[in-house]
C-alpha cells in the first residue's frame, strides 16, 4: 500500500527557515522513474507546485521559488525533506508530498498535508 | 511559464445531469491531468494523458482534448462528485509543473 506522509513544525515565524519531512511507505524513491513533488495551498486558493525529485537525485524547482527551495532525500529512511528558506506570511497554507511516475508524470498519491502557518 | 485557465469559475448542476469542465493551456502542451479535491482532503487524480482514467476512476468521468483545449466531462453526476476540479500541465524539461485556478462544481 503506497501512503506519503507530512511531518514538521505547524507554525513558524517571518524569516525563519521551515522544513518539512515526507515520509514514504509501499515504494522507494531509489526505483526507476519514481519522483516525489512538494506543492502547497493557501487556504481557500489554487495549488501550486513547488519542486520535485527523482528517482536519479535530480532535482528541479519552481522558478518563482527555486532562490528560497531545497528538496533532499534519505533512501535508507524512504523520506524526502524540502526546507523552504526566508518565510513569510504569504507562505502560510497546506504542504503536501506527492508521488509521480516518468510513465504518466501525474501525481497518483498524496499526502494528507501539513498544515503551516507562518506568524510571528 | 505556461498557464492554465479553467472555465467556469463555479458551476452549478443538478444530480443525475452532465457536467463540462474546461482548461485551456497558453500554450500548446503534450501532458495534461485532472484531479478533484474535497473540503479538508488532498487531491485525487481522476484523469491522465489527457484521457486515461485512473486506477479506479468510474468511467462517468472522461477526458478529451489536445494541444491547448481539454474538457472533462462527468456523465450523470452523483454526490460524491461535488467538489473542486483542478486540470494541470506537466513541461517535461525543464521539469515543471503548473495548475488551473480551479473550478467548483456545487449542487444546484
Known amino acids: 500500500q503506497v501512503t506519503l506522509r507530512e511531518s514538521g513544525p505547524a507554525q513558524v515565524k517571518p524569516t525563519q527557515t521551515l522544513t518539512l519531512t515526507c515520509t514514504l511507505s509501499g515504494f522507494s524513491l531509489s526505483t526507476s522513474g519514481m519522483c516525489v513533488s512538494w506543492i502547497r495551498q493557501p487556504p481557500g486558493k489554487a495549488l501550486e507546485w513547488l519542486g520535485m525529485?527523482?528517482?536519479?537525485?535530480?532535482?528541479y524547482y519552481s522558478t518563482s521559488l527555486k532562490t528560497r527551495l531545497t528538496i533532499s532525500k534519505d533512501t535508507s529512511k524512504n523520506q524526502v525533506v524540502l526546507t523552504m528558506t526566508n518565510m513569510d506570511p504569504v507562505d502560510t497554507g497546506t504542504y503536501y508530498c506527492?508521488?509521480?511516475?516518468?510513465?504518466?508524470?501525474?501525481?497518483?498519491?498524496w499526502g494528507r498535508g501539513a498544515l503551516v502557518t507562518v506568524s510571528s | 511559464e505556461i498557464v492554465m485557465t479553467q472555465s467556469p469559475a463555479t458551476l452549478s448542476v443538478s444530480p443525475g445531469e452532465r457536467a463540462t469542465l474546461s482548461c485551456r493551456a497558453s500554450?500548446?502542451?503534450?501532458?495534461l491531468a485532472w484531479y478533484h479535491q474535497k473540503a479538508g482532503q488532498p487531491p485525487r487524480l481522476l484523469i491522465y494523458?489527457?484521457?486515461t482514467r485512473a486506477t479506479g476512476i468510474p468511467a462517468r468521468f472522461s477526458g478529451s482534448g489536445s494541444g491547448t483545449e481539454f474538457t472533462l466531462t462527468i456523465s450523470s453526476l452523483q454526490s460524491e462528485d461535488f467538489a473542486v476540479y483542478y486540470c494541470q500541465q506537466y513541461d517535461k524539461w525543464p521539469p515543471a509543473y503548473t495548475f488551473g485556478q480551479g473550478t467548483k462544481l456545487e449542487i444546484k
Open positions: 506527492a508521488r509521480s511516475m516518468s510513465s504518466s508524470w501525474a501525481f497518483d498519491y
Open positions: 525529485i527523482d528517482w536519479d537525485d535530480d532535482k
Open positions: 494523458g489527457a484521457s
Open positions: 500554450q500548446r502542451i503534450s501532458n
